[in-house]
């Protein structure tokens, strides 16, 4: 990107290519889960609409990313200020925690099996199983980063280099954005229910 300064010189944007790649690509998703849940708004209006209670793992669950991300978050700042033990710790406790984000989505959707809510059933069940899915794998795809970022960091000599940095900024960027995706998909249930 490109803008003018004061003196009508040009001077370049400080955003990496990649991250904005990244933004370009979480906005795409965001798009994805807006046409799921607007597709939920419009065929709740049809009928035939199950009212069920959400699992209350789904509330726990939102906690559990949210721990996550603050883990991520600090392990970063850690990362960049040479306390190696806190920055690896905290990277860990981040990956766990995700884990456990997809350990409680399961039992959550096995809650509301054991309540009669099935996958093929009624359509108000199958719309919170396939967006709730969705995010899990984009979650799963966020894990992925997040073991690359654990290999790298118990793997190779602790240095910071911009190279290493700007990975785990994206996955940083990446991981804040999928907690934020569940905060809005959560809301959007409850409001809906």
């Given at each position: 990107m490109v803008a003018l300064n004061d003196k009508n010189t040009v001077r370049r944007s400080k955003l990496h290519p990649l991250k904005f790649l990244l933004v370009i690509s979480c906005a795409s998703m965001m798009m994805l889960f807006a046409g799921l849940t607007s597709a939920y708004i419009v065929r709740r209006a049809g009928g035939n609409w199950l009212e069920f209670k959400l699992p209350n793992l789904f509330f726990i669950n939102t906690v559990v990313i949210l721990m996550s991300s603050v883990a991520l978050q600090a392990a970063y700042h850690f990362f960049k200020t040479g306390k190696e033990k806190l920055y690896k710790g905290l990277l860990f406790s981040a990956f766990i925690l995700g884990l456990l984000f997809i350990v409680l989505q399961y039992q959550g959707?096995?809650?509301?099996?054991?309540?009669?809510v099935e996958l093929t059933g009624n359509p108000a069940g199958s719309f919170v199983y396939v967006i709730s899915g969705v995010h899990a794998a984009?979650?799963?795809?966020g894990l992925a980063a997040l073991t690359v970022a654990l290999v790298q960091a118990f793997s190779l000599k602790y240095v910071v280099t911009p190279r290493r940095k700007l990975r785990f900024e994206l996955t940083l960027i990446y991981w804040h954005f999928v907690g934020f995706l569940w905060l809005y998909l959560l809301t959007f249930f409850v409001i809906q229910s």
């Open positions: 959707w096995l809650n509301m099996h054991s309540i009669g984009h979650i799963l795809a």
